[in-house]
C-alpha cells in the first residue's frame, strides 16, 4: 500500500503544476485589479501606475508566475494588497478560526448523524424512524442562512444564552480563558450548522442498513443463531459504514474550507469570508494561495478517502 | 471626528456598498422629506465615572488592522482607530482649520509656506512628547516608495524637494523643514485656496512617532509590530487588545492633552448588516458606524436609542461617455462626435428621471435629490439657488424635438442623421432596490423615446464597471457611480481636464477656467471662491456634463444612555474623551 500512495503523490506534481497555471492565469484574467476598489477623487491616477508597476502588475503573465512559482518554493506566497502583509500571516490568522470551528462542526456532526442514521435504519418502518426522518426532511429543507439568522436572533440576542458574534471574547484573557471563550463563541454557530449537515450522512447510513438487513449472509448469520445485537454491530454496521467513509477524507481536508454563510452573519473571521473579499479586492496574492492551498487539499483528500476506505473494507485495495 | 481624507470609494447608487465594495460608507438610498436627524446626542441624567462604550462597526469586510493613516486605505481601519487617531489640526463646521488643535497652522502666502506650530502639552500614548521631527516625518513614510503609499499625490508633490525625495535623488526632503523642537516649516511651489481647508492633501494632517519607528524599515512599516499590534498614538483613547478581524479594545491614553478621557474603555465589534438589527434590538450596542439606509428603517423606532445623522461627504452620479483619456499628454480629449456629445440629449436624460420619486420610495427619508455637483453637506460653498433637474418629460420632449431626434413609429428616437438611436448604460452591481430604480429610469426614458439598454445586458462587477468606465469602452454610453469626498470641496480632481477620474472626459476651455478660478489666487479670500464655486455649479448644470443624483443622510443610533455624543464637522468642539455613559448598563 504505501507504495502507491507514494504513486499517488508523484501522480499529484504535474496536478499542482496545471492547477497552479490555471489559477494564475484565471485569477488575472479578471478585470480591475488590486488598487481599483481603493480609488477616491484625491487619489492620484500616476501615482496607482507607478504602484502597478512596482507591484509588477503590468509583467508579462509568464514573468508573474515564474516570480510567484519561485517565490512559493521558498514558502513566501507573496504579500496580500489589502492587508498589507505576507499572505501565510493573513492566511493563518483565518485559518486557524477555521479549523477550530470546522473541526467542532464535523465532529458534533457525525455524533448527531450517526446514531441517528443507525437508529432510523435499524428500527425501520417505526414511530422512531418516521421521527427521524421528519427530522432529516426539516433540516433539509432550511436554508442555512435562515436557519442560523434565526439561531442567532433566538439564543444569541433574545434569550442571550450565548455571544452573538466573534470567535473569542475582548476580555478573556489567558491561556486558559481564551480557550474556554473560543469554545463558548464556537457553541451556538457550531450546533447550528452541525444541525443542517446531518441530513446526507443519516440518510445514506439509514438506507446502508436497511439494505444489508437482508443481505443473505445476515440472514445465514441469523440462521446460525447469533445474537441480533452481534448481527447488527458485527455483520450490518461494519458495510454500512463504507459510504460515510468515503466521504471522510473530504471532510477532513475540507475543514479548512470556511463557510461564508456562517462567518458573515456570526462576524466569524474564516478562511470563507476571506477568500470572497479577497476576490472582490481583486486581492491576487491571497487568492492564488487560497485556490492553491484548496487544489491541494482536495487532491489529498481523495487519496485520504481511498486510504481510509481500504481500513474500513479489506475487500478494497488502492492500486 | 476623523475626516481629514476621503475615506470611502466608490459606491454606487449609494445602496450597493454590499461585498463588492466594503469601504464605502455612503449605503444607503434616498427621500425628498428630509428627516431632521440630530447631529448630537447628551443623556439628560448625571455621568457614572468610567464604563465602558460598545460601538458596532456594521461591516461585512473584516476591518484591517492597519494602524496608521499613510499606509491604511479602507474606511473599516479609519473608523476602528478613530478614537485614538486624532488628526494634528481643529476644524470648524465647515471644514475650515482653527487654532485649538494638537497643532496650529499658519499659512504665508507670500513666503508660499505652512507653518506648523506644536502644541506643547501633546504627547503619545507612550508619554514621550509630540515633536516637530515626527511631523517631518511623516512627510518621509508618504514620499518614500518603500512604504507604497498611495497618498503621495500631485497635490502632495507641490511641497519643493518632496517628487526629488520619492524618486530616491535625495535622503531629506528639502521643502520639509524643522525650525525648532515643535515649528515644522513646509515650502510649497504654489499656494492654493485649499489650503485653509482640511482634508486638502496639500500637506498631510497626521505625525508619525519618529523615536518609536524610526528603526524600521519602511518597506516593512506596514506589518511591523509597530504599526499593527502596538501603535501609538496622541488622541484621547490607545489601542489595548485586538482580536484580528472582529474586535479592538480601547483604554484611556492618560497623556492626552485636553485632559483625561471619562470612559474606562471603548470596546469597538464588527457587526453584520444582517444582524444589527436584532443586536440593537437587544440593546447589545451604543453607536453604530456603517448604518445602511434600509436598517436605519428597521431600528428608527427601537425603544432606548435616538438616531442622530450628518450628510454625507458623498453623492451619485449619472456620466456620459464623451471622450477618451490621452495618458501620454495627461489630459482629457472630448470627442465632438460622440453619441451623447449634444448637450440636449444629455439634459433630456436628465429631466427625464423621476429622482424625487425614486428617492421617497427607496431612502425611508435618508437621501435626497442633488441640484448640483456639490454636496449639501458643503452649505457654503454650495449653490442653494441652484434647481437641477427636475422631472419634466414636456421639456425633455421639447430638447429632443428640437435638436432633431425624432420619433419613429415604434415611438423610438433617431439620431439626427436618421439613424437608429440605442444608448447603452453601465451600472453597477447593488441590492434588489437598485434593480428596480435602474428599471425604473429605463421606463422614464422610455417615455421621451429614448432607447436605453444595460451595458452587456446585465449589472456588472464593480472591477469590471471601473474598467469599461475608465477606459471609456464603446459599449458604455453613460454611467452611474458615486463618489466619497474630502472635506476640501474643490472639484478639480475630479472634472478638469488633467483629472484621470473626470471618466466621462469633459472638457471645455470655459470649465478649465471656471475650475482654475476656484483653486486661483484671488480665490484665497472665502467671497470670491463662494461666487467662483457658484459660477462653476451653474455652468455644469447648463451642460448638463454630468447629472447629480442623489445625496443622502448618514444615520448613527445612539443609545440613551451616552452623554456628549456629535458627529460634528467641528472637530474643536468634539472630541472622545468628552463621550460619557449615565449607567452601567444600557438604555431601553
Known sequence: ?319 | MSKKWSVGAVAVLAALTLAACGNSKSASSTSSSKPTLPLTYSSKKSAIKGGTLKVAEVNTAAFKGIWDNALTTNAEDADMMQFGNEGLFATDKNFKIVKGGAANLTLNQKSKTATIKINPKVKWSDGKPLVAQDVAYAYKVLANKGTASQYYTGSIANIKGIAAYHAGKAKDISGVQIKNKRTVVIHFKVMKPGMKTSGNGYFWENAEPYHYIKNVSFKKLASSDQIRKHPLFYGPYKLSKEVSGESVKWVPNTYYYKGTPKLKEIDVQVVSPDSIAAALKAHKYDVTYGLGSSTYAKVKNVSGYTMTGKKALAYDYLGFNLGKYDAKTGKNVMNKNAKMANPSLRKAIAYAMNIDAVEKKFSYGLGSRMTTLIPSAFSKYQDKSAKGFPLNLKKANALLNKAGYKKGKDGYRTDPNGKKLTIHLAEMQGNSNTQAIVKNYIQQWKKIGLRVTLTNGRFLDMNNFYEKVQANSSDVDMFEAAWSLSSEPSPMDLYSENAPFNMGRFVSKENTKLLNDIDSQKAFNTSYRVNAFKKWQDYMNKEAAYVPEIEVVQSYAVNNRVKNWSLSNASKDFNWAKVQVTSNSLSK
Open chain 1, 1 to 319: 500500500m504505501w507504495k502507491t500512495i507514494l504513486r499517488r503523490i508523484i501522480i499529484m506534481i504535474p496536478q499542482i503544476i496545471i492547477l497552479s497555471l490555471l489559477v494564475f492565469i484565471l485569477a488575472k484574467f479578471m478585470p480591475g485589479d488590486p488598487f481599483t476598489g481603493s480609488i477616491t477623487p484625491q487619489t492620484d491616477a500616476s501615482q496607482l501606475h507607478a504602484l502597478k508597476v512596482q507591484a509588477g502588475l503590468y509583467d508579462p503573465w509568464y514573468t508573474q508566475y515564474a516570480h510567484w512559482v519561485v517565490n512559493m518554493f521558498h514558502g513566501n506566497f507573496g504579500t496580500s494588497y489589502q492587508f498589507k502583509e505576507s499572505v501565510m500571516t493573513v492566511i493563518g490568522g483565518r485559518a486557524i478560526n477555521t479549523l477550530w470551528l470546522s473541526l467542532f462542526t464535523v465532529i458534533l456532526t457525525y455524533l448527531i448523524a450517526i446514531p441517528l442514521g443507525l437508529l432510523a435504519g435499524r428500527y425501520e418502518d417505526t414511530n422512531l424512524d418516521r421521527g427521524i426522518m421528519f427530522f432529516n426532511y426539516v433540516t433539509y429543507a432550511i436554508p442555512l442562512f435562515v436557519f442560523l439568522v434565526l439561531g442567532l436572533w433566538l439564543f444569541g440576542y433574545v434569550l442571550g444564552w450565548f455571544p452573538s458574534g466573534g470567535s473569542v471574547s475582548l476580555s478573556a484573557s489567558g491561556a486558559f480563558g481564551n480557550i474556554l471563550s473560543r469554545l463558548y463563541h464556537m457553541i451556538l454557530p457550531g450546533v447550528l450548522t452541525a444541525l443542517l449537515s446531518t441530513t446526507s450522512t443519516v440518510q445514506y447510513l439509514r438506507s446502508e442498513i436497511v439494505d444489508q438487513k437482508h443481505q443473505d449472509m445476515v440472514a445465514t448469520a441469523r440462521a446460525k443463531g447469533v445474537p441480533e445485537r452481534k448481527v447488527f454491530s458485527r455483520h450490518i454496521l461494519r458495510n454500512s459504514l463504507l459510504p460515510i467513509a468515503a466521504f471522510m477524507g473530504y471532510s477532513i481536508t475540507g475543514l479548512l474550507g470556511g463557510s461564508v454563510f456562517v462567518e458573515q452573519i456570526f462576524t466569524y473571521p474564516g478562511m470563507g469570508q476571506l477568500f470572497l473579499n479577497s476576490i472582490s479586492n481583486r486581492d491576487f496574492s491571497v487568492i492564488t494561495a487560497l485556490v492553491m492551498i484548496y487544489g491541494i487539499l482536495a487532491l489529498f483528500g481523495t487519496l485520504l478517502s481511498d486510504i481510509i476506505m481500504s481500513i474500513v473494507d479489506p475487500r478494497i485495495r488502492i492500486k
